[in-house]
């Protein structure tokens, strides 16, 4: 059986420089620690409608949204895992539905438009997803280097830390090297807090001290911003040069 998972929880999300990053790693280190996997580089296929259908839907910030996406943790290989990933948020509360496939099962499903080869509740609900929005296509091809950690009290409070943030909108594959257009300045890094409950008390006593506040930061969402605001300029371009 394919592996799936769920998750619930927040997602809360800081743009740091690099000597707050420094800083919020050193408030971490008697309460945290990295995950087993290290420093990865995380590569993702978001799909989307022709009009761009849920990640214009997405930026409107309305009380629910969802997206679809592939996932893979290396550059991936025909029989290499990757995940389908289907990611809702209800009111700041995200709930995220994945399943495993070997690379080629998982791209022939997306490329043909043939269901999943797995049968169960989280299959069903992908399903429902593609066929509700009808046409999907991969839009996007997004990386990033993560650091994750985690709490070494055994509890679910989750840190990562992305940067080197790319985007691309060719080469759209899962088995290529991560290169693109970066979507943060130099020296920054997005931070992210993953939590099912309450943000522990040290953690809020830190980000206060070291003056840190809450960002509105969509992976996605920055990637088609770039690519609306460079096909505006393309046409505006093109316009010109025609009179």
């Known amino acids: 059986m394919a592996y799936q998972a769920t998750?619930?929880?927040y997602e809360i999300k800081y743009l740091l420089t690099k000597q707050q990053k420094d800083a919020?790693?050193?408030?971490?280190?008697?309460?945290?620690?990295?995950d087993q996997?290290?420093?990865?580089t995380i590569r993702n296929l978001y799909y989307d409608t022709d009009t761009y259908r849920l990640i214009r839907r997405s930026l409107e910030k309305p009380a629910y949204k969802e997206k679809l996406r592939l996932r893979s943790y290396q550059a991936a290989a025909p029989q290499d895992p990757v995940f389908v990933e289907l990611k809702k948020k209800y009111q700041a509360v995200v709930y995220k539905r994945r399943l495993a496939l070997p690379q080629t099962q998982a791209m022939t499903s997306f490329q043909r438009g043939l269901p999943l080869p797995v049968h169960s509740q989280i299959a069903n609900e992908i399903e429902y997803f593609r066929s509700y929005y009808g046409s999907l296509r991969p839009t996007v091809f997004l990386s990033y280097e993560r650091e994750?950690?985690?709490?070494?009290?055994?509890?679910e409070f989750r840190v990562t830390f992305d940067e080197n943030i790319l985007y691309r909108t060719c080469d759209l594959s899962l088995g290529s090297e991560a290169f693109g257009t970066s979507l943060l300045d130099d020296g920054q890094t997005l931070m992210e807090l993953k939590i099912t409950g309450a943000l522990p008390l040290w953690m809020s006593h830190a980000l206060c001290r070291l003056d840190i506040y809450q960002s509105s930061f969509s992976k996605y969402g920055q990637a088609y911003q770039r690519i609306m605001a460079r096909s505006a300029m393309t046409t505006q371009r093109r316009n010109f040069h025609a009179c």
């Open 7 to 9: 998750f619930k929880r």
């Open 24 to 34: 919020v790693l050193r408030a971490m280190q008697p309460y945290m620690e990295p």
């Open 37 to 40: 996997y290290g420093r990865t």
């Open 148 to 155: 994750a950690y985690h709490a070494l009290d055994g509890g």
